[in-house]
């Protein structure tokens, strides 16, 4: 199973931090609220910064 680095995990966890201090802006620069908002921002984040975070899980496309 894929892993988290030590530091994409910090930077996820600041900017949850930066959400419960009301701090945490999104890209529109409306105060972000919502924790899964905040955990997407630092994954964005982490991933920007080149630390080790998973690759996405494929969407599973409905065949009729």
């Known amino acids: 199973m894929a892993k988290y680095s030590e530091k994409a995990q910090a ?3 600041r900017a949850v931090r930066k ?3 009301g701090t945490l802006k999104s ?3 409306d105060v972000v609220k919502d924790p899964k908002q905040a955990i997407a921002i630092g994954i964005s984040e982490a991933v920007k910064k080149g630390y080790k975070v998973p690759k996405k ?3 599973k496309s409905a065949t009729t």
Do not use: E, L, Q, Y
């Open 19 to 21: 959400m419960k201090k």
């Open 57 to 59: 899980k494929a969407k």
């Open 11 to 13: 930077t996820v966890a």
């Open 27 to 29: 890209g529109s620069g």
